[in-house]
């Protein structure tokens, strides 16, 4: 497969980019080493991440800088202080910083183009030891070194790329996808790129795990996919992979097997006009709900509530009688929507109520509600329980959803920030980003990208 | 509670009633004797039936005539002869007769305004005998003769009469309900009308199998309420029960036990206006398949015919995205109607189109079929199988119904007698009958009609 070769070369990090990053790694080291000098305290400035392996993709290099604390100081001072370093790292490198906030808070900065992210942590040697999940990056980092020959780096390359063009590169709640960390112990795993892709063809949703080492015991886990963490036999590397997700990859994997083409690493980008296109010849009901937040939150507490209110305004809806196709959230810049694709803006006027068997407690209480009141017909019986036709109401979607947002179970966080619903063509332009109207895009088709490299 | 006092006054027949009926029975019987007489023929002539048992409702009162012949004559020998002595019987009554099928063919005439039946069988003394349906009912009237007590025939009038005002009396396939003899015999199984309702309101469907001999075994029927013939084992005499008119009596006999009152048994009838005004106001899709027959057809033949009907198109719609609420039949005078409720008369342009599991065999065929063509969106994959949105062709359920018509599963017979389909108030004007008017009243209405006794 020489097209293989050839996307290779293309993700491959250029002599120049190596520099750059190179330049930039140690600048943010020097500049941890002298502040911690400075300042006196006793922590380990290291590296880590796709760079520190020389795993990362061509133009996606990004700095990892860990500022590594003795075990034995407390949590809250480790961040305290952690935090303090970064802020006089980035002064010294005279950067505008920005807080994030993971499992706990880090600095974002910017230096010639490359994001550094400089993150506190602990400096473990075994497992044992990790307090923190930022702790066990460094486990990582020297078991991918020790592990993962030179010549497999371009594979774990390849993987990398082949799931960033089906959208499953990433474990962040917005993706549910393949970490990096996952890309390269597959192929420590399974040697190459080609081998790996053999085997997740053969996968099944709950029924692999994968080791490393001999001794640990299956079973431990329940998640769609399981890869054990050959430095911490407590976690499951795949954890994050959702069983859609897992699925898609299943299916992506058979196909390029079966017909291997260079096609599957393409990405297609959309432009508004198209997404304008679609939403205004799509006969379906599409629906936004808005929010603005007033202060920064971390991203993938974010997504999970944005996760979480898809599935709670999903279920609603239906209930009350709407079929919902599909729903998504997106998340830019303090903002927010939930989007759900309904068939149907109305709900019929009339529907049926299934009431309680004939022998049980609550047939009095049905039958006085409803044999008075203006049921359109019944109480009637029908599979031995009671039944009436109702009018409907409510039977706008918009409407029923406006009115009960703050029922739906919808987080309060979102709440708080609801703007109000968007319909059809106004969602081309909720966000800003070329990300926003790909992913818009790739919503509205809802069709496996690597389909269009199997068609003939 | 004395009002049953009252209603037994106004369901057992007159001293005129009793005068007209024997008139009639004996102008019948006399004539067949003379026929048989005349023609040489040996064969016995009886009288069976309601009648025959004294438990018929007033102005309800029929004749059966039975012209039983040895059972050493051949069936077909049988049935031409006794047909040949119907017609002569109807001659010498001066009658014009209508030819009539059940289980083979008999006459129906009408002397003074009572309707004379003559039906021909075979003369039986055991079940072991019974060649036709027909042969056991005079093993019945004397079953019933010798078992009913004369003070408990009272008791059978009231509870013919309560069935019949929940349209649950008659076990032809119109309204697979409680017959007349399955009847008597509860009254013989619990001795008064309260204790049979007092049971009946214990009954659980699929539960209940009941039997007047000790000997019988259990277990031989499936039907959803077992009542074993005491003139033949091999027979459940309740076998026309439906499940759901078997719910409809237990609910209305627990109501009646709760809350006895003379409103049970009252019928309210309806008229044209007030048919029209439920179509008017209502909120469904009301439908007719309207059939035009040529010639005459057995009511249960025709019965049977539109009850499958309403199954398949039921069926058929449902698959097709509809709700339907309900569906109905109507036979009379050669003509007859399936009537459909649906919740809309439209589909939504889109749907949902489940495909195969992703490690299926006809997964090539499903994506090759929807991945270049214009699906609205996918194909994609959600639980494990592909989906593809599609717009959809057709979207009128009459027109869907026009063009399939005859790929539905509706029988032959009613194909051929397809007429054509009606909508909405068209409904009120289909047939003539006030029974017609009754009936879609109550369809529409829907509601168990003791409801009206047990509100306050």
Chains 1, 2 share one sequence.
Not at 117 to 125: H, L, Q, T
Not at 265 to 282: C, G, P, Q, S
Not at 385 to 413: A, F, M, S, Y
Request: hydrophobic content about 40%; proline content about 5%; some cysteine.
């Amino acid at each position: 497969m020489e097209f293989l070769e050839k996307i290779l070369r293309k993700i491959t990090p250029s002599r120049e980019e190596y520099l750059t990053m190179g330049k930039v790694a140690s600048k943010v080291l020097t500049a941890a080493y002298s502040v911690l000098n400075e300042l006196q305290i006793d922590a380990k400035p290291e590296i880590h991440g796709s760079y520190s392996k020389d795993t990362w993709l061509s133009g996606e290099g990004d700095i990892d800088l860990f500022i590594l604390f003795p075990s034995n100081i407390p949590l809250s001072k480790m961040r305290e202080q952690g935090l303090y370093v970064a802020e006089r790292v980035a002064e010294k490198l005279k950067c505008c910083a920005k807080h994030r906030y993971a499992s706990h808070p880090y600095l974002e900065l910017h230096i010639n183009d490359v994001k550094v992210d400089i993150v506190p942590g602990y400096y473990v040697r075994t497992y044992e030891e990790v307090k923190t999940p930022v702790d066990r990056t460094r486990l990582h980092t020297i078991y991918v070194l020790h592990n993962l020959k030179k010549e497999q780096r371009g594979h774990v390359r390849l993987l990398k790329k082949f799931f960033k063009a089906l959208g499953l590169y990433g474990a962040e709640i917005k993706v549910q996808g393949f970490s990096g960390y996952l890309i390269e112990l597959l192929i420590i795993k399974y040697g190459t790129f080609i081998n790996a892709l053999k085997s997740i063809a053969e996968w099944k949703p709950y029924k692999v795990s994968i080791s490393l080492e001999e001794a640990v015991q299956p079973g431990k886990f329940n998640e769609p996919l399981v890869f054990i963490d050959p430095v911490d036999p407590r976690r499951n590397v795949a954890a994050a992979v959702s069983e859609e997700n897992l699925w898609k990859a299943i299916a992506a994997a058979q196909a390029f097997i079966e017909n291997p083409s260079e096609c599957f690493f393409n990405v297609e980008h959309a432009d508004r006009e198209e997404v304008f296109e679609l939403l205004k010849n799509r006969e379906t009901f599409l629906l936004a709900l808005v929010y603005h937040f007033n202060r920064y939150l971390p991203e993938d507490v974010v997504w999970g509530q944005l996760k979480r209110a898809e599935r709670k305004l999903k279920n609603f809806l239906e209930r009350k009688g709407f079929k919902i196709f599909s729903t998504a959230s997106w998340y830019e810049n303090a903002r927010a929507a939930v989007f759900l694709e309904a068939s149907t803006p109305t709900l019929p006027p009339v529907f049926e109520r299934k009431g309680p068997p004939i022998n049980a407690q609550g047939v009095k209480l049905f039958l006085a509600k409803y044999s008075k009141t203006g049921a359109v017909a019944g109480p009637y019986i029908k599979e031995g329980k009671w039944h009436v036709l109702l009018k409907r109401k409510k039977r706008d979607l918009t409407e029923i959803l406006e009115e009960n947002i703050d029922k739906i179970g919808v987080p309060q966080e979102l709440l708080k920030a609801y703007k109000g619903i968007r319909l059809g063509e106004n969602l081309a332009e909720l966000f800003e980003s070329q990300e926003y109207v790909d992913f818009l895009y790739y919503w509205l088709r809802r069709k496996e990208p690597w389909l269009e490299c199997v068609e003939n």
